[in-house]
C-alpha cells in the first residue's frame, strides 16, 4: 500500500501542463495500490458539480480507471473548490472527507487539512471563508445559474489575487499557535494551501508542508507515505 498526498494543483482548461501532469501521476501510481489523499485546490474554481467540459470529462475517465484497477482517492475541499461535493466524486467512487481528518499509518497519527484554517493572521480571509462556507449560502449558491456561478467566481480570483499582493508575507502564512493546536494529541501534520513546501519538525512532531503544481517550472512537490512508515517527499516533473 502506498499513501500519497498532494494539493494546491490548481486545475483547469487553461493550464493545460498542469492537467497533462495529474492525468500521468495517475497513470503512474494505477498498479501500485495507491491511496491518493487530494488535499484541497485540486482545481483552480469549482462552481458546482454540475458543470461539465471536455477537459474535465477526460479527467473524470482517467480517475475511472485508477478506482477501478484498486486505487482509492479521498479529498478535501480548499480555499478555491469548497463548492466541490460528493456528487462529483460518485463518478469515480471518490471519498470527501471533512476539513480535518486524521489517519494513521503505521501507528502514527496523521492529521490532514488543507492549510488555510491554520492561516489565522490573515483576518480578512478568515471573516470571507466563514461567510463564503456557510451551509445556507452555499446551498443557495448551487441553486443559481452555471453562468452566474462562473462569473462570481472569476470575481473571487481577481479580488484573492489583488488582495494577495498587499499583504504580508507572514500573514499569508500559518500561525505557530495554530500550528501547536493542530498537531495535538497526533504525530505528524500534513497540510497544503501556502505553496510553501517544506519538512518542520518541532520536538518529536512533524509539520509537511505540500507543494503547489507550477506550470511555470513544470514540478510539484508531493509526498509518498509507505505502509512502514517510510517518507519520500519528491519532486513530481510535470
Known amino acids: 500500500m502506498i ?5 494546491d494543483l490548481h486545475l483547469s482548461q487553461n493550464h493545460p501542463r498542469l492537467v497533462r ?3 500521468a501521476l495517475l497513470e503512474y501510481y494505477r498498479d501500485k495500490h495507491t491511496q491518493l489523499y487530494i488535499l484541497g485546490d485540486w482545481f483552480n474554481a469549482w462552481i458546482g458539480d454540475d458543470d461539465t467540459a471536455p477537459w474535465l470529462e477526460e479527467i473524470v475517465q482517467h480517475l475511472k480507471l485508477f478506482t477501478q484497477a484498486g486505487n482509492h482517492i479521498y479529498f478535501q475541499v480548499g480555499n478555491r473548490d469548497f463548492a466541490l461535493g460528493q456528487k462529483f466524486l460518485n463518478q469515480f467512487s471518490g471519498q470527501l472527507l471533512p476539513d480535518t481528518y486524521v489517519l494513521t499509518i503505521h501507528h502514527k497519527k496523521y492529521r490532514l ?9 490573515d483576518i480578512s480571509y478568515q471573516r470571507f471563508k466563514k461567510i463564503i462556507r456557510n451551509p445556507v449560502l452555499l446551498g443557495l449558491l448551487k441553486r443559481t445559474p452555471l453562468n452566474f456561478r462562473k462569473k462570481l467566481a472569476n470575481g473571487f480570483r481577481k479580488k484573492s489575487t489583488a488582495s494577495q499582493q498587499n499583504k504580508a508575507y ?13 498537531l495535538t494529541g497526533v504525530d505528524i501534520l500534513i497540510h497544503g494551501h501556502t505553496h510553501r513546501p517544506h519538512q518542520y519538525y518541532i520536538h518529536d512532531q512533524q509539520r509537511i508542508v505540500l507543494g503547489d503544481w507550477r ?3 513544470g514540478e510539484a ?18
Do not use: K, P, R
Open 3 to 7: 499513501y500519497l498526498f498532494i494539493a
Open 113 to 121: 487539512e488543507h492549510g488555510d484554517a491554520l492561516c489565522t493572521d
Open 215 to 217: 506550470e511555470s517550472s
Open 221 to 238: 512537490q508531493v509526498l509518498e507515505i509507505l505502509e512502514t512508515g517510510e517518507q519520500n517527499f519528491y519532486t513530481w516533473n510535470i
Open 170 to 182: 507572514q500573514i499569508m502564512d500559518v500561525n505557530h499557535h495554530a500550528v501547536e493546536d493542530a
Open 21 to 23: 501532469g495529474f492525468l
